[in-house]
């Protein structure tokens, strides 16, 4: 029988706070009612905001949450090849574009085409297509001449190769699975491969999720809409699609999701300054893990 594998994907991009630590306690909590695996991966293509310093950091604190995976974390940044080879396959089915646009040039194009310009599910505006036709002539001397590009998924082709409605099962916090239809085309033409990596996050989660074998993929609420375009990538690539569970967000005492930007308190503070693991399991909402001697609050 296959077991049940979920896995914790952080970004070293900031130290842990109380919604990391929701989500890993979450994973492991699920991980070892399913009796399953919990795997680690390190999610840092971003080499501008990932640094070993603060992966150190995550190991640390995940240890002293005492969350422990099995076998060897995965380290994004040491496959780009992995997903340069994924990317390629999207080239040669036709499914992606380079965009040589500027972040200026789809401000412009953006702010001329009104107030009303549609957003996607991150309130982002939505990509013009400002390159989604250029004559090819002119697309392979901008890539001969090494013009700075990244590639989109050009979703009209990509949807209209689907066979019908895409869809995920997502257990909802009462465990209840609930079919879920993908509304990928909310993301416009979504930039698949940045200028300075051959990936993004949407490219490189589908690909591990399948690598590592994941059935249960456990994340927060944010990432909601970002699964119809996983399922969309899924689908393309002729990859498996796991069961997905979104879950409520840890939020500051402003209603707002903690981010280390806005000041949120991070898990090594609440540490320093006297918090257990049993306080933070509290901090989050979970019930103390069995066997605890840590009092119920009052
Ligand atoms: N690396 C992402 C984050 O830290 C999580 C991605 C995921 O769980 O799919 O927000």
């Known amino acids: 029988m296959n077991l049940p594998v979920f896995r914790f994907a952080p970004s070293p991009n900031g130290l842990l706070h109380l919604g990391h630590a929701y989500s890993a306690l979450l994973n492991r909590d699920m991980t070892e009612a399913a ?35 099995e076998g060897a974390v995965r380290r994004q940044s040491q496959h780009l090849p992995d997903y340069a080879r994924l990317l390629a396959r999207l080239q040669a089915g036709q499914l992606v ?14 702010a001329a085409g009104g107030p009303d310009w549609p957003r996607d599910p991150d309130g982002a505006p939505v990509y013009p ?3 989604r036709n250029l004559p090819p002539a002119r697309v392979s001397e901008q890539l001969a001449s090494g013009q700075p590009h990244v590639w989109r998924l050009d979703m009209k082709v990509a949807v209209a190769g689907l066979g019908g409605t895409l869809r995920w099962s997502d257990a909802g916090e009462d465990g209840a699975i609930r079919d879920i239809s993908a509304d990928p085309a909310a993301w416009g033409d979504p930039v698949l491969a940045r200028r300075d990596v051959p990936t993004s996050y949407h490219l490189s989660v589908v690909h591990d999720d399948a690598l590592q074998g994941i059935t249960h993929v456990v994340r927060g609420r944010d990432l909601y809409f970002a699964t119809s375009l996983h399922r969309l990538l899924q689908e393309l690539l002729g990859l498996p699609a796991p069961v997905y569970r979104h879950h409520r967000l840890i939020l500051g005492e402003d209603g707002r999701k903690l981010a280390k930007s806005a000041g949120s308190a991070s898990l090594r503070d609440l540490r320093e300054t006297g918090h257990s693991p049993e306080d ?15 009092m119920p609050p009052p």
Request: with cysteine; hydrophobic share 35%; proline share 7%.
């Open 97 to 110: 574009y380079p965009c040589f646009c500027s972040r200026g040039d789809v401000r412009a194009a953006v």
């Open 280 to 294: 933070i399991r509290m901090l989050v909402g979970l019930s103390p893990p069995r066997g605890s001697t840590a």
């Open 35 to 69: 009796g399953g695996r919990l795997l680690l991966r390190i999610e840092d293509i971003d080499p501008g905001r990932c640094t070993p310093d603060l992966e150190q950091a995550i190991l640390e604190d995940l240890h002293w949450l005492g969350v422990r995976w």
């Open 129 to 131: 297509g400002t390159c």
